[in-house]
Structures are given as C-alpha cells and as structure tokens.
T-cell receptor
Framework: NAGVMQNPRHLVRRRGQEARLRCSPM?????VYWYRQLPEEGLKFMVY????????ESGMPKERFSAEFPKEGPSILRIQQVVRGDSAAYFC???????????????FGPGTRLTVT | AQTVTQSQPEMSVQEAETVTLSCTYD???????LFWYKQPPSRQMILVIR??????QNATENRFSVNFQKAAKSFSLKISDSQLGDTAMYFC???????????FGKGTLLTVNP
C-alpha cells in the first residue's frame, strides 16, 4: 500500500494517560500535516512538518500536544495527560515538494480515532 | 480570516440523477487552490477534484465537475449520474499560496437513494 499510513486506527486512553499517534507519508512525500476532526465538524489544521522541522504549529494547543517528524521513521503526534475533550479523529496528510499545484495536494491517511474514557 | 462555508448540511439525490453541492470561501489572497474531498462511512478522506484559482477553466474528473466563480468566491461541485457509492460527507477546502494549511468547510452529507 503506497498510501499514507496511520496507526493505530483506534486508540482508547484513560484520562491522564499519553496518546501517541503515528503517520508514515506516501512514498516521495516530504511534507506531513496533522488535522483534527471533532464530531459533526470539518477538519482543523494542527501542525505542518518537514523532516526534522516544524514549519507551522499555529493550530496546536499550547499545552500537552507535540509533534515531530524525525529523519528516520514516522511522524508522531503526542498528546500528554489526555482529557475527554481530546476525543476526536486525528488525520495525517502528506504532500510532495514540487513547486507546483501538486505541492498543495494533500493525501490523507485513514485517521486515528482517539477515545478518552 | 480564511473561511469556507457549505450552506447545505444534508442533501439527497436519486441514483443516476445530478446534484450540485455549494461552497463559498473567503480569502484576501489572490493565489490559492481549491479542493473537494469525499469522506465515506469508512472516514477515509479522498481527494475528488482540484482547481487552481488562476485558471478560468472549470476542472472536471469523470462524473465530477466544478463551477468556479472567482469574483463571487464560489466553488460548487456537480456530480452527474449519481451512484450509491457517492454517498458520503463532502468537504470543500482551500489552501493559499503563502502557506500549506487546508481550510475546510463543515461538510455536506450527501445520500444517494436507489
């Protein structure tokens, strides 16, 4: 499967625990984005990363949330001390770096549905 | 602020008929790209069609086409010969040339009836 991979697909955490969501971009894509979808809502941008760099994290909550995209391995979205309000679907997307329209086309993974109990 | 408005929370259409989903957006930038994404019950986000704002010609992908009215900031999606598999949430989105963040509308739930 050459698409964007996310795991786990479903994650249940108790309040106060940590959640780690993983994303492997499509082959040939060097840009990764994380979005959050609350029930009955569209997707909201959280963070944009390139390898070893956070380019834009303007959509990330100031506390408890962090993201990384290391030189080797998948991108990780980490939520510390989860609360019930963190329950949502978290989508990862990736894109190429070509300087054309295709740079702006983002392809999404299947999402991780986080449930905080 | 950059916003996307989808004024139709839900729509339904009979199989084989044509349906149009509306979308308006707001941005002060002149260079941007518009997209329609489909989210079926599996919740996978699927890119349906894209449009470059500087192109006047409306994009077409098989049964999907758009009506792009730049002055009105309108970007509607037309689905011809609707199929049962078209049942999904449809999200309108755009990204500007100055950043890579997609801004999404709240979506339109389309149901295709047999």
């Amino acid at each position: 499967n050459a698409g964007v991979m996310q795991n786990p697909r479903h994650l249940v955490r108790r309040r106060g625990q940590e959640a780690r969501l993983r994303c492997s971009p499509m082959k040939g894509h060097s840009h990764v984005y994380w979005y959050r979808q609350l029930p009955e809502e569209g997707l909201k941008f959280m963070v944009y990363l390139q390898k070893e760099n956070i380019i834009d994290e303007s959509g990330m909550p100031k506390e408890r949330f962090s993201a990384e995209f290391p030189k080797e391995g998948p991108s990780i979205l980490r939520i510390q001390q989860v609360v019930r309000g963190d329950s949502a679907a978290y989508f990862c997307a990736s894109s190429r770096d070509t300087g054309s329209l295709t740079s702006y086309e983002q392809y999404f993974g299947p999402g991780t549905r986080l449930t905080v109990t | 602020a950059q916003t996307v408005t989808q004024s139709q929370p839900e729509m339904s259409v009979q199989e084989a008929e044509t349906v149009t989903l509306s979308c308006t957006y707001d941005t002060s930038e002149s260079n941007y790209y518009l997209f329609w994404y489909k989210q079926p019950p599996s919740r996978q986000m699927i890119l349906v069609i894209r449009q470059e704002a500087y192109k006047q010609q409306n994009a077409t992908e098989n049964r999907f086409s758009v009506n792009f009215q730049k002055a009105a900031k309108s970007f509607s999606l037309k689905i011809s010969d609707s199929q049962l598999g078209d049942t999904a949430m449809y999200f309108c989105a755009f990204v500007t040339g100055s950043n890579y963040k997609l801004t999404f509308g709240k979506g339109t739930l389309l149901t295709v009836n047999p």
